[in-house]
């Protein structure tokens, strides 16, 4: 399968990605025949980054853990690259397609805009967080190891940060 054909199916996705980190065993025929790191997952599948990308059309089963939820699901390989595989899922039980909902829900965070806010009845984080020369260089290198694990940094994330800073100076 060429680039092109790859980036249409990019395109085309029925679901929304959301970037993760978790683990991958790759099982053939019920057997181990692979690992990797799950970065993006979707109510439709998955990427997972391996050094061994499998042939398209292979299909295989998956040992998922992402967000303390392990989840086995039947998958087809839709699309290589040099780093990894785009995973379609294929027929999903439903007691699997509650985990990967509840993954799905862990990993997600709502626009933090006052207008979605207001529409689901929340009100937005308002806290206010004092940043001192000495919190400073912690709380920078806990958003760049956050940036570096998952390759994004949610707004809930980073008042978790903020916030446990807070803490941690309040208790000097």
């Given at each position: ?77 839709v699309c290589t690259d040099v ?90």
């Open positions: 399968m060429n680039e092109r054909l790859n980036l249409q199916l990019l395109q085309h996705r029925r679901f929304p990605r959301y970037s993760c980190r978790g683990t991958a065993e790759i099982l053939q025929s019920g057997r181990h025949s692979g690992q990797g790191t799950v970065s993006k997952i979707s109510r439709g599948g998955c990427y997972v980054e391996t050094a061994q990308p499998l042939p398209l059309g292979t299909e295989v089963q998956l040992r998922l853990t992402v967000a303390n939820t392990g989840l086995f699901i039947g998958a087809k390989v780093v990894g595989m785009g995973m379609e899922f294929r027929v999903v039980p439903p007691e699997q397609g509650n985990k990967l909902a509840q993954i799905v829900e862990k990993i997600t965070v709502p626009d933090g805009s006052p207008a979605v806010l207001q529409s689901e009845g929340t009100q937005p984080n308002t806290a206010t967080f004092r940043i001192t020369r000495e919190t400073a260089p912690n709380i920078l290198a806990k958003i760049v190891e956050r940036i570096n694990q998952k390759g994004v940094l949610t707004r809930h994330e980073l008042f978790d940060i903020f916030e446990s800073q807070h803490i941690n100076a309040k208790h000097r």
